[in-house]
């Protein structure tokens, strides 16, 4: 039997089959597979299809849930207002995000976004995905006068406390680490995630001292240790002093030298922190010092502290080939900190009372509008590829 002539019996015997009775529909199915020579189950398909026949398929499966403009629109924006965040973070997101949306959701579309799980917003984002990959430099010499004195990081900090932060510089430089540039001091605190960035000129260590105490005022916890790589901007007298001649000296540790992974912590916010936003282009001019810390004391960190969540790895076992890592559900350092018992009242009541003062969308907004800014007046790279 030709395939024209299937479709004209199939045609035929659908009427039958969907008027029939159970027993009826399976003498009628047998029948159909007989004379067509077809699998039992692709039959049931065949026959139960909405519009079948020669002029293409009908639909088959479940009717599709979220598929909503409305909805669609509301993760594109937020996936790229959070500068492309993965499924599992857009999923915790949205409910921090959805009551800020300028544009009016049903109620429908709202409750459809409280039930969305991560794989689906990876299905309904994947055509609108592209990639792209940047280069960078490193500007790390190694400051030798104190490594007697500041002891090497050996896992003997209770990183479930707020207070122990790992610190890096992220350079401005872009193909070139000639003539003098900015940098940015970047700091994160490791049991909550908080993170607080500053820019200085050049890799001085009164630059970078100074660096340190504007975050040290700002930050919602007193600092209990602090972990750096073997770079001179942090490894010097004038550092060391700082965190040892106080009342209550800090923890002063430091990486291996050449072990990246020491300080895994700030690396990768390093990049999804720093260069994810300010890529690497050439900041050569003195004035975008003040135009960065304006941007970093602002909108920079209430944006990432309050409304962008992370993960944290909770656990790693080695099973033969296979590493397993068991990560916790994602959540913001804001809400990391008011988990926290070691943190005060007062100061979990001020930040409760500040976020809710805030809006996610125009956060991002200004912050945008103050990035393109301060790149208008960069030293441009060839390599750089923006994201539309």
Known sequence: MSNHSKQEYLAEIRKRYLSASKKEKQQILSEFCLTCDYNRKYAIRLLNKAQPGPSGPGHTGRRKKYHDAALLAFLERLWIATNLACSKRLKVMIPLWLPHYDQVLSERTKRLLGTISHSTIDRLLAPRKSKYQKLGLSTTKPGSLLKKHIPIKTNQWDESRPGFLEADTVAHCGTSVSGNFIYTVNTVDIA???TEQRAIWGKGES?????????????????RGFDCDNGGEFLNWTVFKYWAHRRRPVDYTRSREYKKNDNAHIEGKNWTHIRQYLGYQKLDQLHLVAQLNDL?????RLLLNFFLPSVKL????????????TYDIPKTPLQRVLESSDIPKPVKEQLRSQVTTLNPFTLQHIMKKKIKNILKQATPTTFIKKIS
């Open 314 to 325: 909770i656990d790693k076992q080695r099973k033969g080939s296979k590493t397993i890592r």
């Open 192 to 194: 909550t995630g908080w």
């Open 296 to 300: 970093y004391t602002t909108e920079w």
């Open 207 to 223: 630059g970078a001292l100074q660096a340190l105490k504007a975050i040290e005022q700002v930050l919602p916890f007193k600092i």
